[in-house]
């Protein structure tokens, strides 16, 4: 009976220890990693910007990686669903995969919004991912009244900002001048339930100078009672 009641307390002794060696960082990537290892969650971003504000993104997401988005650009909605590298995404003629919907279009139409969305389907990060991403951009995070919170590397400035821009013809992205930026994460009973940076600066665009003033702000919502319904279309879609 000693000798359980000795190692009990040698492992609470440690626990303890390890809680204490905890940063808030350590905090950010542990309460994020649990939200991604519930059953299934959903998440709205909204973006604030100088002069112009799209509208909400709203997402849901399975622990089997399957991921239901919907875009909002001021009228216009784009929805797509994407799970290991495949996806669909929703068009006036019905669903489409990613593949076809990405192929170039030989550029004489303009600028074309269902290309334009499957490419960031292509590259989409889920939230929680994104959370310890920015998390690891920061120079340091403080934990003041629950509120995990701290500075984000001139870099990390940077890289938040740039929207994957290149310079027409290739080559490197346009430099950010005087970069600035900060991020906050809200955590209740360990898990991530919203996170927000801001990102300023200015940058060269076609020669002129524009600024760089945008706010991205995402909450959890629904956790572990999300549901995901795929049209029967659009998964003939994702297995092409």
């Not at 740039?162 to 346009?174: A, D, E, I, L």
Request: net charge neutral; aromatic share 8%.
């Amino acid at each position: 009976m000693k000798t359980n009641a000795l190692c009990a307390a040698m492992l609470f002794a440690a626990a303890s220890l390890l809680a204490a060696d905890s940063t808030p960082k350590d905090d950010v990537v542990n309460a994020s990693k649990k939200l991604a290892g519930s059953d299934n969650y959903s998440w709205t971003t909204k973006v604030e910007m100088a002069n112009f504000t799209p509208g909400p993104t709203e997402g849901k997401t399975q622990k089997d990686g399957l991921i239901y988005i919907t875009f909002n650009f001021q009228d216009n909605t784009m929805t797509g669903i994407v799970k290991n590298g495949k996806g669909a995404i929703k068009t006036d003629d019905g669903w489409q995969s990613l593949e076809d919907a990405t192929k170039d279009d030989g550029g004489g139409g303009g600028f074309n919004p269902v290309r334009f969305t499957a490419m960031r389907l292509q590259n989409l990060k889920v939230p929680t991912d994104e959370a310890i991403d920015v998390a690891g951009k920061t120079k340091s995070l403080t934990n003041v009244d629950g509120v995990i919170s701290g500075d984000l590397t001139a870099d990390g400035v940077k890289s938040l900002s740039r929207f994957g821009r290149r310079r027409q013809g290739g080559g490197n992205p346009p430099e950010i001048k005087d970069p600035k930026g900060s991020v906050k994460f809200w955590i209740k009973d360990g898990v991530l339930t919203k996170y927000e940076y801001k990102v300023s600066g200015s940058m060269d665009f076609n020669g002129e100078d524009r600024p760089i003033d945008r706010t991205v702000t995402t909450e959890f919502k629904d956790i572990g009672t999300t549901k995901i319904t795929v049209p029967d279309e659009a998964k003939s879609k994702m297995s092409t």
